[in-house]
């Protein structure tokens, strides 16, 4: 459920991008909203705001990463709205990645291990571990950030949508399978 509630408004921003003139043939209203993608982000907004509620009446807190993200999501896409300029839209990813890995390579510098606050209830891993994880983390973050980038200001929007949603799931995904091997050779145990 937390996977779906973390992924399901970047699916919303997907498909209602996709469908966004689809969407204006059957609700005219929402062409008031701008071209698709403002109104993607409109729903994106809508969806994001939707996931933290469900987020906080199951757990009644909100994770930290989400959050922030969301915050982001709030700013940029109001920018968006209001100024009918898509570019804050390519640019919200790209500003989410800059934001974790400076933070968490930033924490590095100070000596704190910041992805070990936000994953501590999932792995329990020896202070040498969780540095290791956050500082690959931190550049992982900062690639994302520098290949959003590259995408939005060098394809079409269209490539950029699917590369948004079918290219940085997987890649999240490979990347966080690669660092098992850390995980387990740090894992403590109970």
Same mark, same amino acid.
């Given at each position: 459920?937390? /996977?779906?509630?973390?992924?399901?408004?970047?699916?919303? !921003? /997907?498909?209602?991008?996709?469908?966004?003139?689809?969407?204006?043939?059957? /609700?005219?209203?929402?062409?008031?909203?701008g071209?698709?993608?403002?109104? %993607?982000?409109?729903? !994106?907004?809508?969806?994001?705001?939707?996931?933290?509620?469900?987020?906080?009446?199951?757990?009644?807190?909100?994770?930290?990463?989400?959050?922030?993200?969301?915050?982001?999501?709030?700013? !940029?896409?109001?920018? %968006?709205?209001?100024?009918?300029?898509?570019?804050f839209a /390519?640019? @919200?990813?790209?500003?989410?990645?800059?934001?974790?890995?400076?933070?968490?390579?930033?924490?590095?510098?100070?000596?704190?291990?910041?992805?070990?606050?936000?994953?501590?209830?999932?792995?329990?891993?020896? %202070?040498?571990?969780?540095? @290791?994880?956050? !500082?690959?983390?931190?550049?992982?973050?900062?690639?994302?950030?520098?290949? #959003?980038?590259?995408?939005?200001? #060098?394809?079409?929007?269209?490539?950029w949508?699917?590369? @948004?949603?079918?290219?940085?799931?997987?890649?999240?995904?490979?990347?966080?399978?690669?660092?098992?091997?850390?995980?387990?050779?740090?894992?403590l145990?109970?």
């Open positions: 459920l937390k /996977f779906l509630l973390e992924l399901g408004p970047g699916l919303v !921003f /997907f498909f209602t991008t996709v469908r966004g003139a689809w969407l204006v043939g059957k /609700f005219p209203i929402l062409s008031h909203i071209e698709p993608i403002l109104i %993607a982000t409109a729903f !994106f907004m809508v969806a994001t705001a939707l996931s933290l509620s469900v987020s906080w009446i199951l757990t009644r807190s909100w994770p930290i990463m989400p959050l922030v993200s969301a915050i982001v999501v709030f700013v !940029f896409g109001a920018l %968006a709205l209001w100024l009918q300029d898509k570019t /390519f640019m @919200k990813p790209t500003i989410i990645n800059s934001l974790f890995g400076i933070t968490l390579l930033g924490g590095l510098a100070f000596g704190r291990s910041l992805l070990g606050y936000v994953f501590d209830s999932a792995f329990n891993l020896d %202070a040498e571990g969780w540095r @290791k994880l956050t !500082f690959r983390w931190g550049l992982f973050f900062l690639f994302l950030a520098a290949l #959003n980038e590259a995408v939005w200001r #060098n394809f079409s929007e269209e490539a949508l699917y590369f @948004k949603v079918w290219g940085t799931i997987p890649i999240t995904l490979v990347f966080t399978l690669s660092q098992m091997p850390l995980i387990l050779r740090h894992s145990e109970d």
